[in-house]
Each structure stands twice: as structure tokens, then as C-alpha cells.
């Protein structure tokens, strides 16, 4: 952990214009909650600020306050250029590896405005010259609310910005029952619905969101993909590009699909392998002391937390079933 004093950072903040905001390749809600709750913490400052995503993000978080406003590099990378180029600090939320940015990572790189680090994940580069970083977090939405509150401005906490917050709160802790909840979590729940937020709007506009093809393919894949492994607490699914083509996907239909083993008695660790034209993405989560972390990054170019992480392999979707299968023996 490493959290520079507010003091330090009020001072930059402060001190600078022009503030970028850079969030994680295929964002999920608390990249884009905390990149936007930081956001509209800024201008309301009256700073110039902007929220540069790699990718395209899932349509259940397009109603987000400040959506519109968001740029996409995979869209507009000139004018993301141009946005590096004019900066005065660029913050990086919800990673702590240019590789988590994928093309964006090779620009970053050579821009040298400052950099504040913004982030919850385990074992963060060395690239910023300022960080709020704690594994500790539930979420990077809570260290966004702890900067606002270590800044002495909790009382700019409005609608927009608790709304944001909440959404990453409630995504990062499968709303609020991972072991990362505590009472703090609580209080600044409390907090932010005081500003007037609705969370059962939250919680329909982000799960009850479904298309009926989603639907269908959870299904399929719970009763014709689910693999259990004799003799271990080990459950996964593997989809292939047919698979998802039939179920006609497109990008947030796989989110929370790889947590529905854990309802089966004693499943102690789960993992998903989905095929992409480019690679096959993986994600693991477990429970207690198994560190698919490190699982992830030794043997799967990935990375985490201890209870959730997620990597990719080049090799064939046979090859890395084959390979997990092996593998996952080790860590029991
Ligand atoms: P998910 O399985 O939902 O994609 O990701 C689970 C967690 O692992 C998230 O906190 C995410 O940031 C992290 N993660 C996912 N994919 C990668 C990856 O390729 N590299 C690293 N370092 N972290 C990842
Ligand atoms: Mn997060």
C-alpha cells in the first residue's frame, strides 16, 4: 500500500489544469464509476478534465453521469493525442500496468506529464510520481471518495457523483458481500445515498439489463458448458467463438457468468475461458486464501486481486483448458 498525503496531492491537483483521466482496457463499473465520479469531482472545482477509455465498454453502464463526455480511444485517437499533449496531470484508475491499456500503453509511455496512480490492485508499476493505492479498498471508487473527503471536500458530494460511486462500489463487491466489505464501506454507502441517490434505480440499471439472447447464453452455458473437476473444488466454463456467435454477444453479455459455480456447496475456485479473435480471455475468482493473482500472472500473463483476477493465452482454447486442468492441481 501507498497513499501519499492529501497535502501532497491537493497540491498538484491543485496546481494543474488540464486533468486526463485513463481507465482500463474493456472497463467495467468501478473503472468507469470511479474515472466519472472523479471526473465531475474536478470540474466542479472548475478544472478542465476528460476521461479517456482504450475500448468500448458494456451498454449496461452507458447511463452513467457524464457518459457522453467519454472519450474512446479505440474511436478517436487523435483526439486523445491531442488530449496527452495538452495535460497537466493524467490519472490512472482502476490498473497499475500500461499493459492493462493495450495500444493506449505504448502513448502513455511516452508522454511525460505527471501520472497519479488511483488504484486497488495488486503490485502496481512504478510509473506515477503520485499514488492513492491500497489493496485494501473495496474498489477504486473508494479511494476516489477518500481523496474527495482528504481533500476537505466532502461536501461536493452530489447526485452525479455519488451515483458513480455507488455503481463501483456495488460492481467491485458483488454488491457488497465480497470479503473486501467492512463497516467503512457501510458509512460511505450512507454517505452517498444522503445526497439523495436512488440505488434500487443502480441496481436495475446496471443487473436488470439483460437481452433475452444473455439470458439464453448464461443458460446454455450453465447447463451444456459448466465443468466441475473430479475431486477438486475447482468449476469452469470454456465458450468458444461459435458458442457466443450463436447466442449473438456482444461486450458485458460474460460479466458476473463466471460467479455462478460458487452457489454449488464447497466450489471454491471458478474460472472462465472465452475465445476472441485475438486471444483467449480468462478470469478466475476464489475464495479464502487462494491467490489466483499470482495464479494469474505466473502462468497467464494476468494479474488481480487475491480473490479475483483474470489474464489471456495465445494458445488454442483446447491448449489452455488443458494447461488450466494441469495447473490448477498445484494450488490444492
Ligand atoms: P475480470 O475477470 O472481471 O475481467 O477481471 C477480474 C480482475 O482481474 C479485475 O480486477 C481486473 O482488473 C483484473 N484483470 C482482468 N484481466 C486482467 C489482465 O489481463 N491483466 C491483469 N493484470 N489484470 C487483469
Ligand atoms: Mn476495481
Same mark, same amino acid.
Given at each position: 500500500?501507498?497513499?501519499?498525503?492529501?497535502?501532497?496531492?491537493?497540491?498538484?491537483?491543485?496546481?494543474?489544469?488540464?486533468? #486526463?483521466?485513463?481507465?482500463?482496457?474493456?472497463?467495467?463499473?468501478?473503472?468507469?464509476?470511479?474515472?466519472?465520479?472523479?471526473?465531475?469531482?474536478?470540474?466542479?472545482?472548475?478544472?478542465?478534465?476528460?476521461?479517456?477509455?482504450?475500448?468500448?465498454?458494456?451498454?449496461?453502464?452507458?447511463?452513467?453521469?457524464?457518459?457522453?463526455?467519454?472519450?474512446?480511444?479505440?474511436?478517436?485517437?487523435?483526439?486523445?493525442?491531442?488530449?496527452?499533449?495538452?495535460?497537466?496531470?493524467?490519472?490512472?484508475?482502476?490498473?497499475?500496468?500500461?499493459?492493462?491499456?493495450?495500444?493506449?500503453?505504448?502513448?502513455?509511455?511516452?508522454?511525460?506529464?505527471?501520472?497519479?496512480?488511483?488504484?486497488?490492485?495488486?503490485?502496481?508499476?512504478?510509473?506515477?510520481?503520485?499514488?492513492?493505492?491500497?489493496?485494501?479498498?473495496?474498489?477504486?471508487?473508494?479511494?476516489?471518495?477518500?481523496?474527495?473527503?482528504?481533500?476537505?471536500?466532502?461536501?461536493?458530494?452530489?447526485?452525479?457523483?455519488?451515483?458513480?460511486?455507488?455503481?463501483?462500489?456495488?460492481?467491485?463487491?458483488?454488491?457488497?458481500?465480497?470479503?473486501?466489505?467492512?463497516?467503512?464501506?457501510?458509512?460511505?454507502?450512507?454517505?452517498?445515498?444522503?445526497?439523495?441517490?436512488?440505488?434500487?434505480?443502480?441496481?436495475?440499471? #446496471?443487473?436488470?439489463?439483460?437481452?433475452?439472447?444473455?439470458?439464453?447464453?448464461?443458460?446454455?452455458?450453465?447447463?451444456?458448458?459448466?465443468?466441475?473437476?473430479?475431486?477438486?473444488?475447482?468449476?469452469?466454463?470454456?465458450?468458444?467463438?461459435?458458442?457466443?456467435?450463436?447466442?449473438?454477444? #456482444?461486450?458485458?453479455?460474460?460479466?458476473?457468468?463466471?460467479?455462478?459455480?460458487?452457489?454449488?456447496?464447497?466450489?471454491?475456485?471458478?474460472?472462465?475461458?472465452?475465445?476472441?479473435?485475438?486471444?483467449?480471455?480468462?478470469?478466475?475468482?476464489?475464495?479464502?486464501?487462494?491467490? #489466483?493473482?499470482?495464479?494469474?500472472?505466473?502462468?497467464?500473463?494476468?494479474?488481480?486481486?487475491?480473490?479475483?483476477?483474470?489474464?489471456?493465452?495465445?494458445?488454442?482454447?483446447?491448449?489452455?483448458?488443458?494447461?488450466?486442468?494441469?495447473?490448477?492441481?498445484?494450488?490444492?
Amino acid at each position: 500500500m501507498s497513499r501519499d498525503s492529501y497535502a501532497k496531492l491537493k497540491k498538484i491537483i491543485q496546481n494543474s489544469e488540464h486533468h #486526463v483521466i485513463i481507465t482500463h482496457w474493456s472497463p467495467d463499473g468501478d473503472a468507469m464509476g470511479s474515472s466519472l465520479a472523479l471526473y465531475h469531482f474536478l470540474t466542479g472545482l472548475g478544472k478542465k478534465a476528460s476521461v479517456v477509455v482504450p475500448n468500448d465498454y458494456p451498454e449496461f453502464l452507458n447511463w452513467l453521469p457524464g457518459n457522453a463526455r467519454v472519450v474512446n480511444y479505440s474511436q478517436q485517437p487523435e483526439k486523445v493525442k491531442k488530449l496527452f499533449a495538452g495535460a497537466d496531470l493524467i490519472y490512472t484508475l482502476d490498473f497499475n500496468s500500461f499493459k492493462r491499456l493495450e495500444g493506449l500503453g505504448d502513448l502513455l509511455s511516452q508522454n511525460q506529464t505527471p501520472k497519479m496512480l488511483i488504484d486497488h490492485h495488486q503490485q502496481p508499476d512504478t510509473y506515477a510520481a503520485y499514488q492513492l493505492h491500497d489493496v485494501k479498498a473495496c474498489s477504486t471508487c473508494e479511494l476516489v471518495y477518500d481523496l474527495i473527503c482528504g481533500l476537505g471536500h466532502k461536501k461536493s458530494l452530489n447526485k452525479k457523483i455519488a451515483a458513480c460511486l455507488y455503481t463501483g462500489l456495488m460492481t467491485d463487491t458483488g454488491s457488497f458481500r465480497y470479503p473486501s466489505v467492512n463497516s467503512k464501506t457501510h458509512r460511505i454507502l450512507a454517505d452517498l445515498l444522503e445526497t439523495g441517490i436512488h440505488p434500487t434505480d443502480i441496481h436495475s440499471a #446496471v443487473y436488470d439489463s439483460y437481452s433475452y439472447n444473455r439470458l439464453k447464453l448464461l443458460g446454455f452455458a450453465l447447463n451444456e458448458k459448466l465443468k466441475i473437476l473430479p475431486g477438486l473444488p475447482v468449476a469452469y466454463f470454456t465458450l468458444n467463438e461459435k458458442e457466443l456467435e450463436r447466442f449473438h454477444y #456482444v461486450k458485458g453479455d460474460l460479466e458476473g457468468l463466471v460467479n455462478y459455480p460458487f452457489s454449488i456447496k464447497g466450489i471454491q475456485l471458478c474460472a472462465l475461458f472465452n475465445e476472441t479473435d485475438e486471444y483467449v480471455k480468462i478470469s478466475f475468482r476464489s475464495k479464502g486464501h487462494i491467490d #489466483v493473482n499470482k495464479f494469474a500472472r505466473r502462468y497467464f500473463n494476468g494479474g488481480g486481486h487475491i480473490n479475483a483476477a483474470g489474464g489471456k493465452s495465445m494458445e488454442s482454447l483446447k491448449l489452455t483448458e488443458e494447461k488450466f486442468v494441469e495447473l490448477v492441481k498445484t494450488l490444492f
